[in-house]
């Protein structure tokens, strides 16, 4: 056994916590608090305020009164999990690397796996169809996130305006 390694629950310890219900609570995110968990991933704020998804990693913490340190105890993992909004911020930085920093209109993504510290991983997506809407050209897009042995560890689409210096064939 490992120093200091808390034992595991058994089957039926786990089995009693289906149906627990989370207290719950409220959060504001505070501009600046936005800025910096923007900044962190090296993206652009996100058009009309809207908090960017790497604050879906922070949050939830904050708001379970725990800490990011006390969570890692708890996984007693060899490797440290990235959380799924890390990987989804991969994806939003490839997109405004490409259309600009206010470009996105919507992201739908689902997390088959998860994403290992230490291993290398790719964004990739591609226009699926573009559209005219109130004279505003959109790309539907497929994005994902691979890795080279394990395949896709995220996938979804995204929705985005067009640069004005995309070409568009006819």
């Not at 997506?125 to 959109?138: D, F, K, M, N, P």
Request: glycine share 10%.
């Amino acid at each position: 056994m490992v120093a200091n390694r808390k034992p595991i629950p058994s089957e039926a310890d786990i089995t009693r916590l289906t149906g627990h219900n989370f207290p719950g609570g409220f959060y504001t995110v505070a501009h600046w608090e936005n800025f910096l968990l923007t900044e962190c991933t090296g993206a652009a704020l996100l058009p009309d305020g809207l908090v960017h998804p790497v604050a879906l990693f922070h949050i939830p913490i904050v708001g379970a009164g725990t800490s990011i340190a006390e969570m890692f105890a708890l996984g007693q993992g060899k490797r440290t999990i990235n959380q799924g909004p890390l990987g989804l911020s991969y994806i939003i930085n490839m997109l405004q690397a490409w259309g600009g920093p206010d470009c996105l209109r919507r992201i739908v993504m689902r997390f088959p796996q998860v994403i290992l510290d230490g291993e290398r991983v790719v964004a990739r997506g591609e226009i699926s169809v573009l559209r005219e809407e109130q004279s505003v050209w959109l790309a539907d897009c497929s994005t994902r996130l691979e890795h080279d042995d394990r395949g896709v560890l995220l996938e979804g689409t995204a929705t985005i305006v067009l640069p004005e210096n995309a070409i568009l064939i006819d």
